[in-house]
C-alpha cells in the first residue's frame, strides 16, 4: 500500500488498515506548537491549516486567540467541532483557500505540506499568500529527510524544497530541525507500519521518545513573514 495513495476522508473514519489511531491525534496540542506559543508566535487572527481533529485550534483559541481550522476531510471537521464547539471550523481545500483572501495574521501548518505532492505544495503557497495580509507569519512542521526508512511518510521534505517554494513570497526567518511528537508508542508505530506497508519497519527503532514513551521522528520548523 502505498501511503500517498490513502484517502484522509477513509482514515478519519477508521476506514484503512490503520485503524482509528492516528500517528498525529495526540489528543491534546501538539507539544511543538505549545512550545510556539508560550514564545507568543501567534498573533491576531490564525489559521490552522490541515486542522484534523482541532486539539491545536482549541489550545489557540484557549490563548484567546481568533482561530480558524480548516482541513479538507468533512468527517475530520465533524469530529473538531464535537471536540471544541467554541472554535469555528469548515472545510476547504488548502490549494485553493477560496474565500479566505485577505485574512490571516498567523499560519500554523502542523505537517500538512508534507502531504502534498510538488505541484500541491506550489499552489498551496500561492493559496496561503492570498488568505493572509502582509507582514502575516507562517509556521510549518514538516517530515524531514532525516525519517528512516519504513516510515509511512507521504513524502519526505528537504530544506532546498522549502526554501524555494516558501521563500517564493514569504521571507523565511528560522528553518531548522527538530522533533515532532506522536501519538504511538515504538510497538503501536511498528503494528501500524505492518498493517499499512506489510514489512518489516526494523529501521524505525531508531527514533526516540518522549517521557511517556511517545515515538519522537524528524521534522523541519520552519517560520517566515509574508512579504
Not at 132 to 143: D, S, V
Request: charged share 25%.
Amino acid at each position: 500500500m502505498d501511503v500517498r495513495d490513502v484517502d484522509f476522508e477513509d482514515l478519519y473514519q477508521g476506514a484503512t488498515p490503520m485503524g482509528r489511531k492516528m500517528p498525529w491525534d495526540l489528543g491534546a496540542p501538539q507539544p511543538a506548537v505549545v512550545a510556539l506559543a508560550d514564545a507568543g508566535a501567534f498573533t491576531g487572527e490564525v489559521l490552522d491549516i490541515g486542522c484534523g481533529l482541532g486539539d491545536n485550534s482549541a489550545f489557540l483559541a484557549s490563548r484567546g486567540l481568533r482561530v480558524t481550522g480548516l482541513d479538507g476531510a468533512p468527517s475530520a471537521i465533524e469530529q473538531a467541532r464535537e471536540r471544541a464547539p467554541g472554535v469555528t471550523f469548515a472545510v476547504a481545500d488548502a490549494t485553493k483557500l477560496e474565500g479566505y483572501e485577505g485574512r490571516f495574521d498567523t499560519v500554523l501548518d502542523s505537517a500538512l505540506y508534507h502531504c502534498l505532492s510538488e505541484d500541491q505544495r506550489r499552489q498551496y503557497l500561492d493559496a496561503l499568500t492570498r488568505a493572509t495580509r502582509p507582514g502575516a507569519r507562517l509556521h510549518l512542521f514538516a517530515f524531514s529527510t532525516d525519517m528512516p526508512a519504513g516510515f509511512p511518510a507521504p513524502y519526505l521534505i528537504s530544506e532546498a524544497d522549502l526554501r524555494e517554494t516558501v521563500g517564493k513570497d514569504w521571507t523565511i526567518e528560522t528553518l531548522e530541525p527538530t522533533l515532532y511528537t506522536t501519538s504511538m508508542t515504538a510497538e503501536e508505530l511498528r503494528q501500524s507500519v505492518r498493517a499499512i506497508l506489510d514489512q518489516d519497519p526494523a529501521e524505525l527503532d531508531r527514533l526516540g521518545t518522549d517521557a511517556d514513551g511517545r515515538v519522537l521522528v524528524p521534522v523541519w520548523r520552519l517560520s517566515a513573514v509574508r512579504r
